[in-house]
């Protein structure tokens, strides 16, 4: 089973930028679909973006669409979710995770990461 590591979190104003990535350990890392969620304080986990096996095909939710970019590099195991254009509204701990198919569902992700937490101040 793969294993994930985010890092890039942190402190950033409104209208910043962040990149984080998600390293995975395991030489099957392409075999995976790449999924980023978010999670807020008080809410559920939400979808935020996917990335197919290849990086071919991509996907995000409306509410972060033409601000953040997911995309990944299989030589270097690694995913990337370039975040721009923060709000306050996108605080919250980031989590990636690995699964078999593309869905904006949790449920369908096996393996998770540990998260990296975001804040944007105002």
């Known amino acids: 089973q793969v294993q994930l590591v985010e890092s890039g979190g942190g402190l950033v104003q409104t209208g910043g930028s962040l990149r984080l990535s998600c390293a995975a350990s395991?030489?099957?890392?392409?075999?995976?679909?790449i999924g980023w969620f978010r999670q807020a304080p008080g809410k559920e986990r939400e979808f935020v973006a996917h990335i197919s096996r290849s990086g071919a095909t991509t996907g995000c939710s409306g509410a972060v669409k033409e601000r953040f970019i997911i995309s990944r590099d299989n030589s270097m195991n690694t995913v990337y979710l370039q975040m721009n254009t923060l709000k306050p509204e996108d605080t919250a701990v980031y989590y990636c995770?690995?699964?078999?198919?593309?869905?904006?569902?949790?449920?369908?992700?096996?393996?998770w990461g540990q998260g990296t937490q975001v804040t944007v101040s105002s």
């Open positions: 395991g030489p099957t890392f392409s075999n995976y679909v």
């Open positions: 995770a690995a699964g078999p198919f593309m869905s904006q569902e949790a449920a369908a992700f096996d393996s």
